[in-house]
């Protein structure tokens, strides 16, 4: 079974960092490609960042790009989310997101499995 | 970037009848190298997070019940819960994944009437 946690949320000032974990557990986390997709309170999802199952490519939305990384670590089944330079309008809940991954070897950019979610409040 | 425009954004309907959520985007979502629409639909509950129901515009996802159905190719796209039931009281989203950034659709609320 599925199971990703996602931690790492809280009250940070405007312009300063944060880095968000997603453990994940219950399949094999090195043979995914994993997204984080972020929801403002009361509003959409949207995309934010997405990275192939080694690490090898990284892809991110124009609204995070050159501020936010994405990173995963196999040997502990993490996927992580530096977040920087942080502005009010990436107050949102985070969740961590599984790629269908079946999509002739590559990504197949939408998400079978999701976290709960963790919330960042951008806030001075 | 692919706009995802859903309709109605709100919908309340009797227990028991059809339900049907359309979804429409800026450019087409097919591929014709594979005839494949990139597109997919969500159901999130409240204080949840979302569900993967329908992928490749009418694969259902495993353990969806039956009354969930896609369809649609190009750039219209349509949901359809043909017995509504309570538990199915939800938020639900089309995403295209054929071009980055993958966008979603604004969320359609689902009632009943």
């Known amino acids: 079974q599925v199971h990703l946690v996602e931690s790492g949320g809280g009250v940070v000032q405007p312009g300063r960092s944060l880095r968000l974990s997603c453990a994940a557990s219950g399949f094999s986390f090195g043979t995914y490609g994993m997204h984080w997709v972020r929801q403002a309170p009361g509003q959409g999802l949207e995309w934010v960042a997405a990275i192939w199952f080694d690490g090898s490519d990284k892809y991110y939305s124009d609204s995070v790009r050159g501020r936010f990384t994405i990173s995963r670590d196999t040997s502990k089944n993490m996927l992580y989310l530096q977040m920087s330079s942080l502005r009010a309008e990436d107050t949102a809940v985070y969740f961590c997101?599984?790629?269908?991954?079946?999509?002739?070897?590559?990504?197949?950019?939408?998400?079978?499995?999701w976290g709960q979610g963790t919330l960042v409040t951008v806030s001075s | 970037d692919i706009v995802m425009t859903q309709s109605p954004d709100s919908l309340a309907v009797s227990l028991g009848a059809r339900a049907t959520i359309n979804c429409r985007s800026s450019q087409s979502v097919l591929y014709t190298s594979n005839y494949r629409n990139y597109f997919a639909w969500y159901q999130q509950k409240p204080g949840q997070p979302p569900k993967l129901l329908i992928y490749w515009a009418s694969t259902r996802e495993s353990g969806v019940p039956d009354r969930f159905s896609g369809s649609g190719s190009g750039t219209d796209f349509t949901l359809t819960i043909s017995s509504l039931q309570a538990e199915d009281v939800a938020i639900y989203y089309c995403q295209q994944y054929h071009s980055p950034p993958y966008t979603f659709g604004q969320g359609t609320k689902l009632e009943i009437k």
């Open positions: 997101a599984r790629d269908r991954g079946d999509c002739t070897g590559t990504m197949c950019y939408f998400f079978d499995s």
